[in-house]
């Protein structure tokens, strides 16, 4: 067994670029050792700062060598990550896990809040694939919102934006699973993408099984290692590993996962209900 490989080519990074993706998220940008040049759209690294946490970063930018990871203070080492600056380091590994299937037609990519990182670079490579897309991105408030300028300007050519806001601070005024049912009034889409609030994700399962169209949502648990060896992000019932199987999974594997929508665990196992 390669244990490197396994483990995922750990890797010491620099931070060469910061930018403001909101009044909280920032994207750290960062050249990726050659090693780790292989991608789908929806995979994560584990980033590590010594004496903090290693924690899984959903990829949100993807142009070898330079890589970004968008970062949202919700907790310490999120919040250590976000404050790192140009020309520190922190450690890296992958990247891991199973990605986006670009198998579609037409596309309508849903992100909720920070789950939109992982989603940047599928729409890139979606729109690059001569993929008709539409992106749906949500938020609470406008303040929340992510990357809108930055898609709205590959607007044409198959490639729309919409923007959703709870309060309605921006674009339709609702959450994010009634918009899609407006949305899908003028257009249809064969596949629906998201990441996001898992109870935002499991109104999309449903209303994708409705339409009878296939979706693939990129599920968050506790990671400890990124590659299978814990087995901390076990899904219910079934023993799915986040890190391995997913994060992203098809409808179909969502119907077996009883868990999907209605609680997670903690650190020590403890179920945790959305």
């Known amino acids: 067994m ?17 930018i403001s993706e909101n009044k909280k998220a920032r994207t750290l940008v960062f050249e990726l050792p050659e090693a780790n040049h ?13 004496g903090i946490d290693e924690i899984p970063m959903s ?5 070898p060598p330079e890589v970004g990871v968008t970062v949202l203070p919700v907790g310490e080492a999120t919040s250590v ?10 450690g890296v590994r992958g990247p891991f896990g199973s990605g986006f299937s670009l198998e579609c037609e037409r596309a309508l990519i849903i992100g909720g809040g920070i789950g939109m990182a992982p989603l940047r670079p599928l729409a890139y490579q979606l729109r690059e694939h001569g993929i008709d897309v539409t992106a749906l991105i949500a938020a609470k408030t406008k303040n929340e919102l992510l ?45 629906i993408y998201t990441c996001g609030p898992e109870p935002m994700m499991a109104k999309l399962h449903m209303f994708s099984k409705e339409m009878g169209i296939t979706i693939q949502a990129s599920l968050e648990r506790f990671m400890k290692c990124g590659c299978g060896i814990c087995g ?33 665990r903690d650190s020590t196992g403890v179920k945790i209900r959305f």
């Open 59 to 63: 990829i949100s930018l993807w142009n």
């Open 232 to 264: 901390t992000c076990a899904l219910d019932p079934t023993g799915d590993l986040v890190c391995v199987e997913g994060p992203v999974f098809t409808g179909n594997r969502l119907n077996a996962i009883e868990e999907f929508g209605k609680y997670h």
């Open 2 to 18: 390669d244990i490197e490989k396994l483990m995922g080519t750990p890797a010491t990074v620099q931070v060469s670029k910061t």
């Open 38 to 50: 292989q991608f789908k759209p929806g995979q994560f690294l584990m980033c590590w700062i010594p």
């Open 147 to 191: 990357y809108v300028d930055e898609l709205e300007g590959l607007v044409g050519d198959g490639f729309d934006v919409q923007v959703a806001t709870d309060d309605g601070s921006a674009g339709f005024k609702g959450i994010a699973t009634d918009v899609v049912r407006e949305i899908f009034q003028n257009a249809r889409y064969d596949t």
């Open 81 to 90: 990550f976000s404050a790192l600056s140009t020309g520190q380091r922190f």
